[in-house]
């Protein structure tokens, strides 16, 4: 998570110094991609966390999750620990078609098309919504297009990946028992959204904290 953070104050850095194709308060910046995948990483370590720790199983003793094969959960794919997860130790879960969870599965289909880049020029579908949401740079019709995996280059796709990241981790945070959240709380309060605000501040020459102060 603070990998993610220091990556978003990188790319601020590049678009302040000029240096980078830039649209309102995005731009474009190499420091994405790996924020991608260290945004993936922070909810996967979040869910094994929750899922592994001692006292979980101490608090929720009689969970179906303790059933299964620990080292077959570990490596189940993350979007079905996410739902699967939080349904055997909660007995509720996200929904599969709401927010965050939709967001959060589009960012883990970034990451993997980011690793497992193939070099072909088709692109994905996701690249034109997260340009219509200003994610994603958008190219102008006049000037010569720009690849794909440089259109999702971009600082406000870090900011998304960032804050996508909390909402997931906030959102599993709200479905647990009341005594397990005293366990998890100062977890889940690192999980803090970036506003906008910030990149607009430091445009502007006003340095402005994550809270927005």
Not at 68 to 94: A, C, I, N, R
Request: proline content about 4%; glycine content about 8%; some cysteine.
């Amino acid at each position: 998570m603070g990998n993610v953070r220091m990556l978003y104050e990188l790319a601020l850095g590049q678009m302040v110094g000029g240096r980078v194709v830039r649209d309102g308060i995005n731009c474009f910046t190499n420091h994405a991609p790996p924020a991608y995948v260290s945004a993936v990483a922070a909810i996967e370590a979040y869910v094994n966390e929750i899922s592994f720790a001692s006292m979980t199983r101490v608090l929720i003793p009689d969970s179906p999750l303790w059933t299964l094969d620990l080292e077959w959960l570990e490596k189940l794919d993350l979007k079905l620990k996410l739902t699967l997860v939080p349904q055997l130790l909660f007995g509720k879960s996200l929904r599969n078609d709401t927010q965050p969870y939709q967001d959060m599965v589009l960012l883990i289909k970034i990451r993997n098309d980011l690793i497992h880049y193939k070099m072909k020029a088709k692109v994905p579908s996701y690249v034109a919504d997260l340009s219509q949401r200003g994610i994603a740079i958008r190219s102008n019709a006049a000037e010569v297009d720009y690849l794909w995996v440089h259109k999702i280059s971009s600082s406000e796709g870090i900011r998304w990946a960032h804050n996508t990241m909390c909402r997931t981790a906030q959102a599993l945070f709200a479905l647990m028992p009341e005594n397990l959240r005293g366990l998890f709380a100062g977890l889940a309060g690192n999980f803090v959204e970036i506003d906008e605000t910030l990149a607009r501040g430091r445009l502007e020459g006003v340095s402005l904290s994550y809270d927005g102060g």
